[in-house]
Each structure stands twice: as structure tokens, then as C-alpha cells.
Antibody, heavy 126, light 111 residues
Framework: QVQLVESGGGLVEPGGSLRLSCAAS????????VSWMRQAPGKGLEWVSY????????HYADSVKGRFTISRDNAKNSLFLQMNSLRVEDTAVYFC???????????????????WGQGALVTVSS | QSALTQPASVSGSPGQSITISCTGS?????????VSWYQQLPGKAPKVMIY???KRPSGVSDRFSGSKSDNTAFLTISGLQAEDEADYYC???????????FGGGTKVAVL
């Protein structure tokens, strides 16, 4: 079955860096867009970033643009999130998810998060 | 990138029907059929319940249904059950700018 497992979370000081990983299994990873979301303690969901099949195109929320970088390694069925210049407000559980749907030729054919990992906690604090 | 608006809480008795609203704008919810709904049980990852406004993934109970009118999407839960107690989030994909919006979440209580 589809499985997504995040790793790499932890405690980091403001201004520091952290790299999250998401290991995928149970499906052909290269056939899907994948995305990162986060959820601050006691708060709602926030979309962070998504990446297309080959990694040629990436998109980011304004709140992380220029600080976070999403990437993928299809040979290793893995998704990554490099987080730099971390702020206290980046503290959250970070989820990776598979995207149902895609865009091609200027048209989109659905876009929803059909399978989620259990999340990795990132705490930014001094 | 403004969040979509959902009521903070909705409640109902077992067997009743409840509806959660999700209000956006003519640039997001009103413009595309890419609205989805997620259920999050305490301490768990979200699970998709509705996608493309009204489609239900296999394995999701037909007590859950989705609809949309103008800039507002709706999730209806019929025959409310204790196991439906959870947080529910709506989401809209904005294809012109390639970003994803979430609502603030609605806590459903079964009285």
C-alpha cells in the first residue's frame, strides 16, 4: 500500500538549517507530484511547497519562498525539504503527501493530497 | 495567499446531518473545481474525504458529500456518527498561480 515516512525533524536554533526527508513506497514515485504541508502546534494546516514529476518545476508558499527548497530523487523514491534561515514561526509538524492530479499544457486535471505521511516535528527555539 | 474561511466549530446529534462551509473568492474556490476536504483525527495525519468538489475516494463513506456554490464550498456529513468527531479542512488549488490554500479548520462535535 502507499506509504510515506518523514524523517529529519528536530530542534534547531533560529537562523539554523534542517533537511527533512520523505521516503515513499507502494507506488511509482516518479508518476506523481509530491508536496509538503505543515501544522503549527494547535493550529491549522498550511501548504508549504510542491514539486512536479521530474523536479523541473517547484512552487512555494510566500511564507517560505527564498528560504526553503524542495527537491526529489526518483531513483531513491525520496522527497526532501531543505529549510534555511529558520524562524520561531516555522515550528510545526511537517507532512509530506502524494498529489492526486497534475497540470500539463496549461490545463490542470485535479489537485488534491491523496496520501499523507505521519509527520515530522520541527522545533525552532533558542 | 489568504486562507479560506471555515466556521471554527459545528456540532450535531447522532443521526443528524451537518454542513461545513468553506468560503474563498472568485480567484480560488469560485474559479476552479479543485476543492478538496480532509479529516484529521487527534494526533493523526489528515485523510482526504472529498476531492474535485464532490468526488469521494474509494473507502470513504457515502455519508460524506461535497458541493459548491459560487465562492463557497460545502462538506455535508449525513447520519452523523461518534467516529466523525474530528477536525475538517477544506483546500483549494489555484492553478493560475500554482499554490494551495487551506481553510482554518472546523472542529466537528457529536453531541
Amino acid at each position: 500500500q502507499v506509504q510515506l515516512v518523514e524523517s529529519g525533524g528536530g530542534l534547531v536554533e533560529p537562523g539554523g538549517s534542517l533537511r527533512l526527508s520523505c521516503a515513499a513506497s507502494g507506488f511509482r514515485f516518479s508518476d506523481y507530484y509530491v508536496s509538503w504541508m505543515r501544522q503549527a502546534p494547535g493550529k491549522g494546516l498550511e501548504w508549504v511547497s510542491y514539486i512536479t514529476w521530474t523536479g523541473s518545476t517547484t512552487h512555494y508558499a510566500d511564507s517560505v519562498k527564498g528560504r526553503f527548497t524542495i527537491s526529489r530523487d526518483n531513483a531513491k523514491n525520496s522527497l526532501f525539504l531543505q529549510m534555511n534561515s529558520l524562524r520561531v514561526e516555522d515550528t510545526a509538524v511537517y507532512f509530506c503527501a502524494r498529489v492526486g492530479g497534475y497540470c500539463s499544457g496549461g490545463s490542470c486535471y485535479g489537485f488534491y493530497l491523496d496520501s499523507w505521511g505521519q509527520g515530522a516535528l520541527v522545533t525552532v527555539s533558542s | 495567499q489568504s486562507a479560506l474561511t471555515q466556521p471554527a466549530s459545528v456540532s450535531g446529534s447522532p443521526g443528524q446531518s451537518i454542513t461545513i462551509s468553506c468560503t474563498g473568492s472568485s480567484s480560488d474556490v469560485g474559479a476552479y473545481e479543485f476543492v478538496s476536504w480532509y479529516q484529521q483525527l487527534p494526533g493523526k495525519a489528515p485523510k482526504v474525504m472529498i476531492y474535485d468538489v464532490r468526488k469521494r475516494p474509494s473507502g470513504v463513506s457515502d455519508r460524506f458529500s461535497g458541493s459548491k456554490s459560487d465562492n463557497t464550498a460545502f462538506l455535508t456529513i449525513s447520519g452523523l456518527q461518534a467516529e466523525d468527531e474530528a477536525d475538517y479542512y477544506c483546500s483549494s488549488y489555484v492553478s493560475t498561480n500554482s499554490f494551495v490554500l487551506f481553510g482554518g479548520g472546523t472542529k466537528v462535535a457529536v453531541l
